[in-house]
Each structure stands twice: as structure tokens, then as C-alpha cells.
């Protein structure tokens, strides 16, 4: 009969206990500055740790376990120090209801044959059920909980969700880099009960990342694809003032052809960022940075598999056809460009991906980032089409980093605050440290104009009547 340890009460944020002097915990320096699970002592303990099992599904089974394999570091080193490790991830966006399709069991079985241990999933991640398989727990062994997006107060950050999460662990490891700046209660609703620390995942990320931004080897080049500018505006403003190449692809290089005055069909663009497209490129102009657009792409009657494609122009794109990849000249032409570049950062595939006949010119990229990273050249991918390329020409071993953080990158990359590491105490925090709440910023309001009175225009005297006497 296995012992039953009680499970944390809820509602009840850590406090030093009486009696207890501060301990000076020894400094393991790390780039992102926070506590690591380098510096605790996880024997005997049950740990609470965020992953990111946010991965692409098909007919019940992972497509890419590039997510799982990441966070195994973290997991073996908590396991081998003598831990028992309930972890807890979201997938998809469920909107706080139970979708069937968005379980977390098929994350379970891929991690199990890449660990080749046994990792059982709850059924929920609250509930009797659930706290009795925490209490079960003895060290060494893995529990995974259902969706934690399937519950409302995930990501409304609820104090009261946050807390029976927090019961389940005597200890709290983010290693989930994927969802650092995103304000949830699993992300930063529990570093408000538990000692909280990094892991070895989300340290490496901060480490490549904060290198492209400190010390990035020149030249340094980033290429920027996916459909939207939105969203991505103020990391390519930050961008340009790092770096000295801008290349664009996709949607996004669709807009910025908007912004040079040139047409696009029916390709996917978003007009209102069009001003923001004009901005960046005079800011580029302005630092000397060079900005490589599509000089030719492929264009296509629907974005289908089948249809009819063309290779033409970007200056003569025709008004009822949809770019839907580079074209030969443009992909040459950043080859050419790459040639020199010491440092290459990479997020968003150039084209239509998910369809394979416009995926050749992120597939082209992926080869030359093959070749630049073999050569000596540093090479950061984020984004799962990105990814997903390399994987599928078998490369994705050869590059610097493959960061498993697409929003999350960028958001880094443009220096917002990331909550996920915010709420994590400092390297040489003592383990009773008092609990960081995270606290959204109040948005700023802009203030409200206000309407100037309309001039009042004087009545003009009517002309007096034009009196002609008869003589």
C-alpha cells in the first residue's frame, strides 16, 4: 500500500518558517539571471513543473515532438536528483472548455517512448481522482495533468486555480519558454505559492537569444517570414536596430512590397499595417540596414494543392493571382546575400508551407542555413514551419539553437518584460524566499482628444436689393 503524503492546502502563499535564519544558496550563474533547478535539491520532493506539450496533432497522434524532446533534459535531471514531477502543459485554445480533440494523452504516450518509462495522464487536472494520483507518487515517477486551458481561470491567472495547482508540488519549475510571456496561472499563478525556479530548457533559450541581442557576430542577418506584420511590428523595429540585414518572406513581404509602392494581386496583406511597413523601411534606410524584398514569386489561381501556378515579377503581379512563395531570382538572390553573414536568426517559413509545391523556398533557406551553420556560422530557428524544414531534410541537429518559443521569441527578441521569468527570484535566492506576484500592467489608456468647437462663421448681411429707378 503506497503512502499517501498530504497535498499542499490551497490558498496559502509560502512563507519563511519561524525559526528559520536566511540561507545564502550558492550562485550558479546562469543567462537568465534567475534561481535554476541547478541550484535545488530535489530529493524527496514532488515538483510542480510547466512544460510546453503545445504540439501539432493528426488523427490522435504527435506530427512533431521536437516540444517533448526539449523539456527531457529537465525532467531526467529532476527524476535522477530523486524528485516525483507532476507536469502540467496546455494545447490548442479550448476557451476554458473540455475539447476531446485537445487532450494531452498522445504527448504522454510520445514522451513515454522517448523516456521509455511509463507517463499516466489525468483525467482532469483538478479533481479527487487527480489529487489521489498526486498523493500516490513516489519518487522517480512522472504524472502528466490533463489541459490545464481546459479550466477558465488558467488563463484569467485565477488565484483560486493557481493554488490547487500549486497543492500538488512542494516546489515550482517553469521549463516552459513557449508560454514565459504569457500571465497564466500555471506560468505565474503558482511562483505565488511555491519556490519557484528555471529549467535547464528555458535557460538555454534565454542564453542563445540574449547572445543575438549582446554579442551577435557580424554580420548578422535575420529573416522574418509567416503571413502577418501584426504582431511582429515592434520586433522588427528592434530588429533593425541590431541587425544588418532584414530578409523578408511570406505574408509579411507582402506588405512591405504595399509600402514600396508595388502591387500584390489577391496575395495575403494587411493593409493597415502598411504605414508601419513604411516606418520600419525608413528606419532601415536611416541605420544603413539592407532590406531584401521578393524580386520574383510564385503565384497561384487559389491557395489549394493542384491549381495553377506561375513564377512572375513582384513589379507585375497579376491582379486575380496569389503569391504564394518565392520565386528562382529571389531565392538566389539570398544565397548571395548570406554569404558573408556570420549570425543568421530565423523565424516563419517564405512561402506557403503546409502546401508542398510553395514550401521550395523555405526548404531552399533550410538548406543554406545548413550550410552556413557547418561552416562555422551561428544559426537560430524559431517557428514551427521553420522546424519543421530542417527536420525534413534532416539538419535540424546541425544548427545553434532551435527555440521552441514562436510568440515568445519574438516578444524576447523585442525586450518585453517576460512574466514567465519575472515572477522566478534572482540566482542565490534562499529557498524560503518570499513568493513574486505578477500583476498585469494596467494598460495604457490613450487620452481622449478633444473636439475642438466649430468656428463660428458671422452671418454676412444680405446684399441690399439692386434698385434700378427709370429715369
Known amino acids: 500500500m503506497p503512502v499517501r503524503t498530504p497535498l499542499r492546502p490551497p490558498l496559502k502563499p509560502i ?15 546562469s543567462a537568465t539571471g534567475k534561481r535554476t533547478i541547478r541550484e535545488l ?23 512533431d515532438d521536437s516540444r517533448i524532446r526539449a523539456a527531457v533534459p529537465t525532467i531526467e535531471a529532476l527524476l535522477k536528483a530523486g524528485a516525483s514531477v507532476v507536469m502540467a502543459s496546455h494545447l490548442g485554445r ?27 495522464t489525468t483525467g482532469d487536472a483538478l ?9 500516490r507518487m513516489r519518487p522517480g515517477e512522472l504524472l502528466l495533468l490533463e489541459n490545464v486551458r481546459f479550466h477558465a481561470g488558467e488563463e484569467k491567472n485565477d488565484p483560486a486555480f493557481a493554488a490547487r495547482l500549486a497543492s500538488y508540488g512542494d516546489v515550482f519549475v517553469n521549463d516552459a519558454f513557449g508560454t514565459a510571456h504569457r ?15 528555471v529549467g535547464l530548457l528555458m535557460e538555454r533559450e534565454v542564453e542563445a537569444l540574449s547572445d543575438l541581442l549582446d554579442k551577435p557576430a557580424r554580420p548578422f542577418a535575420a529573416i522574418v517570414g ?21 530578409i523578408l518572406g511570406g505574408g509579411v513581404a507582402n506588405t512591405f512590397l504595399v509600402a514600396s509602392g508595388r502591387t500584390v494581386g489577391k496575395s495575403l496583406y494587411e493593409s493597415k499595417m502598411v504605414d508601419d511597413a513604411r516606418r520600419i523601411l525608413r528606419l532601415a534606410q536611416e541605420r544603413g540596414v539592407t532590406v531584401l524584398l521578393p524580386t520574383d514569386g510564385v503565384v497561384a489561381k487559389e491557395v489549394t494543392r493542384g491549381t495553377e501556378f506561375k513564377v512572375v515579377s513582384t513589379d507585375k503581379l497579376p ?8 520565386g528562382p531570382n529571389s531565392n538566389a538572390a539570398i544565397r548571395d546575400a548570406l554569404i558573408p553573414v556570420k549570425t543568421i536568426l530565423w523565424n516563419g517559413p517564405l512561402g506557403v508551407f503546409e502546401i508542398p509545391t510553395f514550401a521550395v523556398a523555405t526548404r531552399e533557406l533550410a538548406k543554406v542555413a545548413s550550410e552556413k551553420a557547418l561552416t562555422g556560422a551561428t544559426v537560430v530557428v524559431g517557428g514551427g514551419d521553420s522546424i519543421a524544414a530542417l527536420r525534413q531534410l534532416g539538419v535540424a541537429d546541425q544548427m545553434t539553437h532551435l527555440s521552441t518559443g514562436g510568440g515568445a521569441s519574438l516578444e524576447f527578441l523585442e525586450g518585453r518584460d517576460m512574466p514567465g521569468l519575472a515572477v522566478i527570484p534572482t540566482a542565490g535566492s534562499p529557498v524560503e524566499t ?15 482628444a478633444v473636439k475642438k468647437p466649430k468656428p463660428v462663421v458671422p452671418a454676412t448681411a444680405a446684399p441690399e436689393p439692386d434698385v434700378t429707378t427709370k429715369p
Do not use: C
Not at 494531452?104 to 522517448?114: I, W
Open 319 to 326: 491582379a486575380s493571382w496569389h503569391m504564394v512563395d518565392l
Open 183 to 197: 500571465a497564466h496561472a500555471s506560468v505565474v499563478g503558482v511562483a505565488g505559492f511555491l519556490p519557484s525556479y
Open 15 to 29: 512563507a519563511r518558517p519561524a525559526g528559520i535564519e536566511r540561507r545564502i544558496a550558492p550562485v550558479i550563474i
Open 127 to 135: 479533481g479527487v481522482g487527480t489529487e489521489d494520483a498526486v498523493r
Open 226 to 246: 509567416g503571413g502577418k506584420v501584426s504582431g511582429k511590428v515592434a520586433v522588427l523595429e528592434a530588429l533593425v536596430r541590431k541587425v544588418d540585414l532584414l
Open 41 to 63: 535539491d530535489a530529493r524527496g520532493k514532488r515538483v510542480f513543473l510547466r512544460v510546453d506539450f503545445n504540439v501539432p496533432l493528426s488523427d490522435g497522434r504527435v506530427v
Open 94 to 120: 479550448p476557451d476554458g472548455r473540455v475539447v476531446d480533440g485537445l487532450r494531452l494523452r498522445p504527448a504522454a504516450e510520445r514522451l513515454s517512448q522517448v523516456l521509455k518509462i511509463n507517463v499516466p
Open 434 to 448: 518570499l513568493p513574486i506576484v505578477w500583476r498585469t500592467p494596467e494598460p495604457v489608456k490613450k487620452p481622449k
